[in-house]
């Protein structure tokens, strides 16, 4: 291998490295991690009366099982609310059930 082409490899080389670390710091700065998203919204819960009864991940959808512990759907909401505002997308709940004056839902949502 010549010199020149020598030189014009470890150049690529080194731009494909740079260019890999420079996309890893960037999901760094940009995405939060699972850990810390699913902390803010059990902390939107917990202070609101919401209990989260299951969880299920599968791939990038999410399951939550919630229940209101007071007699209020419009919690319901505003938690999906957070979930939106949170960065999650095609967040929904099919039906909200009331058993005992308590509010029992799914909500499903993607984590990307």
Not at 9 to 32: H, M, R, W
């Amino acid at each position: 291998m010549t010199k020149e082409k020598e030189n014009t490899a470890n150049i690529d080389t080194q731009t494909e490295d740079i260019s890999s670390k420079i996309d890893y710091l960037y999901g760094l700065k940009v995405k939060k991690s699972l850990f810390n998203e699913i902390a803010d919204a059990v902390d939107f819960a917990v202070k609101h009366n919401l209990q989260i009864i299951k969880f299920e991940k599968n791939k990038n959808k999410i399951n939550l099982m919630i229940k209101s512990n007071i007699d209020n759907s419009d919690l319901i909401a505003k938690f999906v609310k957070k979930l939106i505002d949170l960065g999650y997308k095609n967040v929904f709940s099919n039906k909200i059930t009331n058993k005992k004056n308590r509010y029992i839902t799914v909500i499903k949502y993607n984590d990307e």
